[in-house]
C-alpha cells in the first residue's frame, strides 16, 4: 500500500497494524477521540497515542507515527493539517473517519502482541536487562511536551502511558513524577505571564528615570526590554495553546 496516498479502510490498514504490533518503535496515532471511550489498557500502551478532542490543530504528529486515525469528532481544520503532515512524513493515513469500536479492533493485535511479551518467561541463560537512566534535571517536562496530553480527562491513565513509553525509551520514571510535571506544565502560563507583568513594570519605572534624567546608562534600559521579549517568548506558547483550544470547543459546539 502506497502511504504517501490516504488509505482507504480495510485496504492494506489491517496488514500494516499486525507489522506495527511486531515493530515495538513503530506507533499509532488516533486523533479526535474521547477519552472515555477506551479502555485503560489501550491508554497505557506505549504504541498507541491519543489526542483528545482536536488537538491536530496545534501539534505535530510525532516521530514514530507510522499509522494515523481519525474518528468523527476531528474539525475540518485539524483533518486538513494531518493530511498536509502525513505525506510530507510517508505516514499512513486513513482518511475516512472510524468508530471507536472499529479503531478498537483494529488494534488488537498491537495488544495482544504486548500482552504475549509480558507472559513470556525469561530464556535460560538470558541476560538481565539493562539498568533503565534517570531523567536529567528538565528533561522529563520536556519528554512530556513532546510524546503527552497535557489536557488528557484522565491525568493519571496518561501518566501511566507515559511512563511506560519512558521505560520503553530507557528512562525510569514513576506516575506520580509524571502527573506532577503534568500539572506544572499547565500551570506555566500563568507563571508566565506574572513574569512577563513583573518585568514590564520594572522597565516603565527604569524608562521613565532615564527620561527625567538623560545622563543614565542606556545599558540598564537595554537589559530590561531584552527580559521583556524573552518573559513575551515563554508566555507566547500557553497563550495560544488556551486560544487554540477556546476555538476548538466553539467549533464542536457548532459541528453539535
Not at 488537538?55 to 516521530?63: E, G, L, R
Not at 481544520?77 to 510530507?88: E, V
Request: glycine fraction near 6%.
Amino acid at each position: 500500500m502506497d502511504s504517501l496516498a490516504e488509505a482507504e479502510r480495510g485496504q492494506g490498514v489491517p496488514e500494516l497494524v499486525r507489522g506495527i504490533a511486531a515493530n515495538e518503535h513503530a506507533q499509532v496515532l488516533i486523533v479526535g477521540c474521547r477519552g472515555d471511550n477506551f479502555p485503560p489498557d489501550y491508554h497505557a500502551h506505549p504504541q498507541l497515542v491519543f489526542w483528545e478532542g482536536d488537538w491536530a490543530v496545534s501539534k505535530d504528529i510525532p516521530q514514530r507515527t507510522r499509522l494515523l486515525l481519525i474518528t468523527k469528532f476531528l474539525s475540518h481544520a485539524g483533518f486538513a493539517r494531518l493530511r498536509s503532515q502525513a505525506q510530507q512524513r510517508n505516514v499512513t493515513f486513513v482518511s475516512t473517519a472510524m468508530g471507536t469500536g472499529e479503531i478498537k479492533t483494529l488494534l488488537e493485535p498491537i495488544l495482544e502482541a504486548k500482552k504475549k511479551v509480558i507472559t513470556l518467561a525469561p530464556a535460560a541463560g538470558s541476560s538481565v536487562p539493562k539498568k533503565l537512566k534517570r531523567f536529567m534535571r528538565g528533561s522529563l517536562q520536556t519528554f512530556i511536551k513532546q510524546h503527552g496530553n497535557l489536557y488528557a480527562p484522565k491525568r493519571v491513565v496518561e501518566a501511566k502511558r507515559l511512563t511506560a513509553l519512558a521505560a520503553e525509551q530507557g528512562f525510569s520514571t514513576t506516575p506520580a513524577s509524571v502527573a506532577q510535571s503534568m500539572r506544572m506544565l499547565v500551570g506555566s502560563g500563568k507563571t508566565h505571564a506574572k513574569a512577563v507583568a513583573d518585568t514590564t513594570a520594572r522597565v516603565a519605572v527604569v524608562t521613565a528615570s532615564t527620561q527625567a534624567d538623560p545622563s543614565d546608562d542606556d545599558t540598564t534600559i537595554l537589559r530590561m526590554l531584552d527580559d521583556v521579549h524573552a518573559a513575551i517568548g515563554l508566555i507566547r506558547e500557553p497563550v495560544v495553546k488556551r486560544g487554540e483550544k477556546r476555538r476548538q470547543l466553539k467549533q464542536l459546539l457548532k459541528e453539535l
